[in-house]
């Protein structure tokens, strides 16, 4: 079985070519190095986590890794557009129960997405060192994130209106206006461990 990481071919090492022993294997190879795997074919064909053909005679695997500070620039890149979509659904809300329920779903959904982002901050970038009230910031949103859950699930729509309404959207508005020096941190962070790669 050839092997390719990011376009590279690599030999891991291992007899057992079975393609669970040698998922296992690249699996634990990227972890170490502080990746995530994000694309995965097997001659020449897209593979899904759900429909692994773990009985099937592969000559060619091929793995696209990232980095989380990789995945987290292209999140706040993609922050801007979802921010605005999470405003219009939030105004467009008018008591229609079924259109309603969609937007709101889409609406926790986003809220969920972009708590995420601020965790991942916090984890793969020095913003909280930068900005002395990041940890206060990320404890608060997270706490009304929970909340937005909580009410979602026990399907209280009009608390979810609430919580967003009285906190969640100032919060939401703070990460907007402060996203595009997030993202110049993040590139920076990033840019100088390929340098010292």
């Known amino acids: ?14 007899k057992n070519t079975k393609l669970l022993n040698v998922l296992e294997k690249l699996e634990a190879n990227v972890i170490k190095k502080g990746e995530v795997i994000v694309e995965l074919k097997l001659d020449g064909e897209m593979i899904d986590g759900q429909s ?13 890794t990232r980095s989380h500070r990789e ?28 259109e309603d329920l ?21 984890e793969a970038t020095a913003i909280d060192l930068l900005y002395s009230d990041y940890n206060e ?3 608060e949103f997270k706490k009304y994130a929970e909340e937005v859950f909580a009410a979602f699930k026990k399907e209280d729509f009009v608390g979810v ?20 020096d997030y993202l110049k941190e993040a590139l920076r962070e990033e840019s100088k461990k390929k340098l010292l790669n």
């Open 71 to 98: 995945i987290l620039i292209e999140s706040l890149y993609l922050l801007e557009p979802y921010t605005e979509r999470f405003f219009e659904n939030f105004s467009e809300i008018d008591n229609d129960e079924t």
């Open 1 to 14: 079985m050839e092997i390719f990481i990011n376009g590279e071919k690599i030999n891991i090492g291992i």
């Open 52 to 64: 692994l053909p773990i009985n099937k005679k592969v000559k060619v695997l091929e793995l696209t």
């Open 161 to 180: 209106i609430e919580i967003l309404e009285g906190a969640m959207i100032p919060l939401i508005e703070d990460l907007s206006a402060n996203s595009k």
């Open 102 to 122: 969609s937007k709101l779903l889409e609406m926790v959904s986003f809220v969920e997405w972009t708590l995420g982002i601020i965790l991942s901050l916090k």
């Open 137 to 139: 910031y990320m404890e």
